[in-house]
């Protein structure tokens, strides 16, 4: 192991700090739509600053400010942040101790459930003095809401001048920034990396070693041009970018609460909508009739349409059980209203189901209005041999729904109401239901009503809000939100899609244009993008070609020392930032360099990715909201319970333990040493440094410099050859060059 292990050092990083400074933006509103309210409506009578001047307050407790909670009561602590266990509040709502809170009676699971993640997650509570909730009244006239930024429509602009030489339009905005602030861009990118870059960009798996000759041998703008058609047109494509799109609708195969052996509440067909997702990107469906399918496919294209899989959207987004009960339905309204708010359009609508919107110009009627579609529709698990339906999904893979359906039953047992019984015999989307309006649960108590609100859009992203008159109001939704006049839909997607990129939006709040979001780093360029991208039909594979082909996208990351200097998070785009890979990606490219990664099948059934007998893409993971996957938990997958805006990026010593001890990476191990034999047989002139050159080459898509050949013969000319080469090689696949992308 002499040489073994300066590699081993060299390729592992440390382990980071992972404690935030200052909260996040789903932390408070976890606490403000979860836990306030609970606060106000069962605490505050007998634990806060106006049942104290009352002389009623009980145990010496204050819950109405952090401070109160932080100093604890007459029995001790009454939360300890990130142990739930520690403190008295739980043990109480539990109602399994002599005290019993509140003494009207146990509140429900769930409510139960959520001040257990609450605490969990360190008790975030930005309650500074006694305060009820947040009056009704709205913060901004509808008219002056309208002027903020992210409420005008976007629009073209000109390409500004720049002393620097554009090669898009993106780069003239970017360019004129730099020159505006000083800083010098960097070079183009060395080819080798360019290319490797792209090919991990656009299909999440590295080029071959003849793909990367093909273009440092010509790196003309032509031949460029031709491999970002090539990569944009293969099945590849679709499947790496339907996980952005995944991780926004947060797909996930179960529930976070299963009862025993009770799997009515889990999807196991969920694969279809992902499966319809991947193809839908590789078709290029406009991203207005992306989501507008995924809202109403039923409505718009009738109920054998062929893209029914895509209510997969809303279809799959979390079950409660006793659904019979108001307040649980009213969580998972809350759920539908959340993705649509947050994912599609770019506000936290959510955060009005209490109270009007503390930032935005949401009210808490806009909130209910869109929530009455939702409780105008019916969850539903429609037979997969409905005899009305013999038709595949045209949008989504063929085989896919083929293979879902052979595998069912021929004739499938149905409930009265149509659907199947079994959940395994069917495929989980949405359907109408009775048409009804809401009224406002004051603070969010189902007991307590107030106006009745007509299902509508919000009043600040319309002339005219009108109430939805057709059925539940889905089509008029999705409508709405792809109606290219809406201002947010085209900026939101263009900034994820960008984001992916770059490593982070022109918008860092992704799913959070709003007040409390943070304001575009490069304002015209975003709603130029925006604008010509709606132009253009809502092209995806028109965004991904104008980024790519930039100058901006295609620079080096090694950046110019005055902007590193100036700008050391790369703010203005000097340079290309280096990014880590995903988990899938990361994966994939494992699997690829080992010759062990299965393309062919595009679709189908989920496996699990730490599975050595399992080859396909990890796109096609089982996601599991229960218990999501060590290996994707471990690897930053975010947590499909809620939509996720971006992915977080941490360094655990747990990683590097996978990535050291894994049955998975000594797999590729062994793999990759016995792909390199059958390329460089054993009796073949200089094997060794013809294997160590070609091993660097599927990794890394570049030589090995004459130290690295050096230091690997030397190590490999010791000991047993066989063991030598499984160990030399499980440590290039664990380097960070593996996982980087520059």
Known sequence: MKYILPILLLSFSLPASLVADEPSREQLDFFESKIRPVLIEHCYSCHSAEAQSKGKLKGGLLLDTKQ??????????????NDPAAGSLMLALSYDHDVQMPPAGKLPEEIIKNFERWIREGAVDPRLDSSPMPDNKPKLDPNQAKEFWAFQAPKESPAPPSKYEASTKIDSFVLAQLEAKQLTPAPLADPRVLIRRLYLDLIGLPPTVDQVNRYVNDPSEANYATIVEQLLASPAYGERWARLWLDVTRYAEDQAHIVGDDKSLTYPNAYLYRDWVIQALNNDVSYSDFIRLQLAADLIEGENSPNLAALGFIGLGPKYYDRGQLFVMAEEWEDRVDVVGRGLLGLTIACARCHDHKYDPITTQDYYGLAG?????????????APDSTEHDKTSSPSSEQTAKETAKSKSETKPNGEAKNPAEAMHIVREDKPRDLNVFVRGDVNHKGDLVPRRFPSVLTNESLPFREGSGRRELADAIADPSNPLTARVIVNRVWGAYFGKGLVGTPSNFGTLGERPTHPELLDDLAARFVKEGSSLKWLHREIVHSRTYRQSSMGAQDSLAADPNNQWLARMPRRRLSAESWRDSLLSASGQ????????PSIDPADTNQTKRTVYSRISRLELHRFLAMHDFPDPNVTAEKRAETITPLQKLFVMNSAFMLAQSQALVERLRREIPDDAQSGDILRINLAYQWLYSRPPTTAEIDLAVQYLSNGERNARWTSYVHALLAANETLYVD
Do not use: R
Request: net charge negative.
């Open 68 to 81: 109160g909670w932080e100093l604890g009561g007459d029995t001790g602590p009454s939360i300890v942040p």
């Open 597 to 604: 990664l299965n393309v062919s099948t595009v679709g189908g």
């Open 373 to 385: 579609v939702f409780a105008s529709t019916q969850m539903y698990n429609k037979p997969l041999f």
